[in-house]
């Protein structure tokens, strides 16, 4: 789940006709690229590591999403740093997939897909590139002590690093200190929140004052420890006796993160346990990296006047699959690349994902993206895959390009919409090798199998919010330039 701080290089990009719509001046952008800072950077700027706190709108508290260039990588960094990256988000993706071919494999019952408040908290959500990660945090406080924590919705255990601590691996902030905090209470083993904890969530107590867990991630990440419940305080608002992992045995591709949050649909996720204060909705705009300083937001609660979207909301239903509960999962019925569309016969289920970077696609849809972006994107030459990318350009001395725009469809009444962002389109890839080459690529990747479960990451859904309701199982999606200084408190 690690990343490499991200410089850009801007294109101009241009379309045939002289008048643009909405989304093809949005188009008008940068590509990312991926780069390591120089050394000197990195020592002039280790103070703007932190994220700033969270302050309240219209009542709502907002966690800040902040894209910051100062704080520094590894020293030991290599310059395939970030081609290992997405292969450990590969391992990610294929581990998901293990796991869901186990839970199908254990299950005899007729897979049958099933279709299942005003805003209370805004938290500053960031590019995680300043913890060295792919994926996006934020700050909150727990107990007394502020967390920056990793934002995914396919996990539901939130977890800190603890003290004292066997093995923990580097963080900028301290380790949470439980013997500090008057509110920390340690969970038993016969409570329900232990009883909870289930497949990747592993737990197996010691004694009957304690509940210990084990968390597994597909890059083989961990986390072991014990639960806990302590205050939770989002900017103002407070959620008592919220229930969290605290890790004594870390390792793995957190970054210089605490830790972990929850936000998926299982019992122990924030979501779930938080479900009281702002009714089982929530949201975020993923900011993406650009020449100026960049922010987005996270928001608990369904009042819309906190969003800036550029676009009006279209909401898709949110599927329930018994055997995998606890992701959100939607119904993608079509595409479209550019001027070329193609549907996707009676759906395809797929999974909306915070924690992974790339989204994967089965053969067939993929191949059909691919083939529909190369025949729009004639004229430049391509150049061997990198790592999982497999459509890859070389745009050196290349002034203009024409990208076609991608969208995603999704089964509703008002044709849900997911409009990739140019930074999700392609993305620049610093080879390292000191020529000054702009090699560019789709940043899709094919399944191995036909059969495997759609993945919407991370990446594809920048500038855009996206908007889980629980409450009335559907999920939303509108355009919109991710800020945070631009909200009127």
Not at 151 to 169: A, H, I, M, N, R
Not at 417 to 428: A, E, F, Q, R, Y
Request: aromatic fraction near 8%; glycine fraction near 8%; hydrophobic fraction near 35%.
């Amino acid at each position: 789940m690690a990343m490499l701080p991200l410089l850009l290089l801007m294109l101009c990009v241009s379309h045939n006709n002289g008048v643009h719509s909405l989304e093809e001046r949005m188009m008008l952008h940068h590509v990312q690229r991926f780069r390591r800072q120089p050394h000197s950077q990195q020592q002039a700027s280790i103070r703007g590591c932190i994220l700033p706190d969270s302050r309240r709108l219209n009542g709502a508290i907002i966690l800040e999403m902040k894209e910051q260039k100062e704080c520094p990588p590894p020293e030991e960094m290599k310059i395939d740093y970030w081609k290992k990256r997405m292969m450990l988000d590969d391992l990610r993706v294929r581990s998901m997939q293990n796991m869901f071919e186990r839970m199908a494999s254990l299950s005899s019952s007729n897979q049958n897909w099933l279709l299942e408040a005003s805003i209370k908290s805004q938290i500053p959500l960031n590019l995680g590139q300043n913890f060295d990660i792919l994926n996006y945090v934020v700050t909150l406080e727990l107990g007394n002590q502020k967390r920056t924590m990793i934002v995914d919705t396919g996990s539901d255990l939130s977890w800190v690093q603890c003290e004292p601590c066997k093995s923990c691996y580097n963080q900028k902030e301290s380790l949470f200190k439980p013997s500090t905090s008057p509110s920390y209470q340690s969970v038993p083993c016969n409570s329900k929140p232990c009883q909870s904890l289930q497949f990747a969530n592993q737990r197996m107590c010691k004694s009957a004052t304690t509940c210990d867990y084990v968390v597994n991630y597909g890059d083989g990440s961990i986390s072991i420890g014990e639960l806990g419940s302590e205050n939770l305080t989002l900017g103002d608002m407070s959620l008592n006796n919220i229930v969290f992992g605290c890790g004594r045995e870390n390792k793995g591709m957190f970054g210089y993160t605490s830790g972990v949050l929850g936000l998926g649909r299982g019992a122990l996720s924030l979501v779930s346990q938080g479900r009281d204060n702002f009714g089982g909705v929530f949201s975020y705009c993923l900011p993406s990296p650009m020449a100026g300083e960049t922010s987005g937001s996270l928001v608990f609660g369904d009042e819309s006047s906190a969003f800036k979207n550029l676009t009006p909301i279209a909401y898709t239903n949110m599927l329930q699959n018994p055997l995998l509960p606890n992701h959100y999962m939607l119904n993608l019925i079509s595409m479209e690349v550019g001027e070329v569309g193609f549907r996707i016969v009676d759906g395809r289920q797929v999974i909306i994902d915070s924690g992974t970077v790339i989204t994967r696609l089965p053969p067939s849809i993929y191949n059909a993206l691919k083939g529909g972006f190369l025949r729009q994107f004639q004229g430049y030459p391509q150049v061997p895959g990198v790592a999982i990318l497999d459509t890859c350009f070389d745009l050196t001395g290349i002034q203009q390009v024409k990208v076609p725009i991608i969208k995603m469809y999704f089964e509703g009444d008002n044709h849900a919409k997911l409009n990739v962002d140019p930074s999700g389109t392609l993305i620049m890839i610093d080879e390292g090798d000191g020529a000054s080459k702009s090699k560019v690529c789709l940043p899709f990747a094919s399944l191995s199998y036909e059969h495997e479960v759609p993945i919407i990451g991370n990446l594809q859904q920048r500038n855009n919010r996206v908007i889980y309701d629980s409450k009335l199982s559907r999920v939303g999606f509108a355009k919109e330039e991710c800020t945070f200084s631009g909200l009127v408190s």
